[in-house]
C-alpha cells in the first residue's frame, strides 16, 4: 500500500519493524548565502571535517545557557567515533569536556533547559578542552528583535556508519528569497575515493521549495559524508533537507 511517497515498508522501518533498517532525516539551514559556496549550516563557510576523532565541548554564548540558568543547561551530542560506529553523550553547557572522542558530529540538540526550556542563545560544539577549536556544530536562535532558541543543530550533512550502507531517497532546498538565484549542490566522499568530494546531484533554481525524489534511490557506502552547498547571486537564507534509510551491510560488502 502507498500513501503518496510513503510506501508500507517505509512506515515499518520508522516503527522499527524491518530487522537492519532504519531511517536518518537531516536538515540544514543557512542564513546568509552568497556568491562563495557555503554549507547548509548554521555556522556559516564551508564544513571542516576533523581527520582525527577529537573531545568536544559545549560553550553558550550567554550566561543562562549553563548548568543553573534559564536556558539550555545540558546538550547531547550525537556523531560517530575513531571506527565511524556511532556514539553520543550528554554534556553540560560550559561544562567538562566530553569523556568519549568525535571523529564526526552530526547532530546536537539541547537535552535539559531552564525556564526558557531551549537555548537563549547560540550554543556552540567544537573541539578543544574548553572550546575555541574546530566549530562541529551550532544550536542557533532565530528571529529578529525577540529571538528564540531552535533547541538543535540545523546541520544539512551527515556520515554513513561503519557496517551500514545508506539509501538516498530525497532532497530538498528550500530559498528564503523569490527573487534570488541559487545553485545547490549533492556532494558525497567516499572513504575510498582519495578523499575527493563529488557531485551526486546539482540545482539551480530561483527561490522557493525545490524537490527531488529519487525513485530508485542511490547506495552510499559506509562512512561516506553527504553534504549540501550551496551559492546564491544575492545574500539569502538556504535551507535543506534530505532522507536515508539505513540498512545493515552484509560483512563481506564492509570497507576495511
Excluded at 13 to 39: C, D, Q, Y
Excluded at 163 to 174: E, P
Amino acid at each position: 500500500m502507498a500513501v503518496g511517497y510513503l510506501t508500507e515498508q517505509n512506515i515499518n522501518i520508522a516503527r522499527g519493524l524491518i530487522r537492519g533498517a532504519s531511517v536518518i532525516h537531516k536538515f540544514g539551514r543557512n542564513p546568509n548565502v552568497g556568491g562563495a559556496p557555503e554549507t547548509i549550516w548554521e555556522q556559516g563557510g564551508i564544513y571542516t571535517y576533523l581527520t582525527v576523532a577529537s573531545t568536544v565541548y559545549v560553550s553558550g554564548a550567554d550566561a543562562q545557557d549553563s548548568a543553573a540558568g534559564t536556558g539550555a543547561r545540558t546538550v547531547t551530542v550525537q556523531g560517530l567515533d575513531a571506527n565511524y560506529n556511532a556514539i553520543e553523550e550528554t554534556l553540560t553547557v560550559d561544562g567538562a569536556v566530553s569523556t568519549k572522542s568525535f571523529l564526526r558530529v552530526f547532530r546536537a540538540f539541547v537535552a535539559s533547559a531552564g525556564s526558557l526550556q531551549t537555548n537563549k542563545d547560540d550554543v556552540i560544539i567544537s573541539t578543544g578542552s574548553s572550546g575555541g577549536g574546530t566549530v562541529l556544530a551550532k544550536i542557533a536562535t532565530i528571529g529578529t528583535g525577540t529571538v528564540y532558541g531552535q533547541g538543535q543543530t540545523n546541520l544539512a550533512l551527515y556520515t554513513i556508519p561503519a557496517g551500514k550502507t545508506g539509501y538516498l531517497t530525497n532532497w530538498n532546498i528550500g530559498v528564503g528569497a523569490y527573487n534570488d538565484s541559487v545553485t545547490a549542490n549533492l556532494y558525497t566522499r567516499e572513504i575510498g575515493d582519495g578523499l575527493v568530494f563529488r557531485t551526486r546531484d546539482i540545482m539551480d533554481i530561483p527561490g522557493g521549495l525545490h524537490k527531488r525524489i529519487y525513485q530508485v534511490p542511490f547506495a552510499l557506502p559506509e562512512k561516506t559524508d553527504i553534504e549540501i552547498r550551496a551559492i546564491a547571486s544575492t545574500g539569502t537564507t538556504i535551507s535543506s533537507t534530505f532522507d536515508i534509510i539505513l540498512y545493515d551491510t552484509p560483512r563481506t560488502m564492509q570497507v576495511t
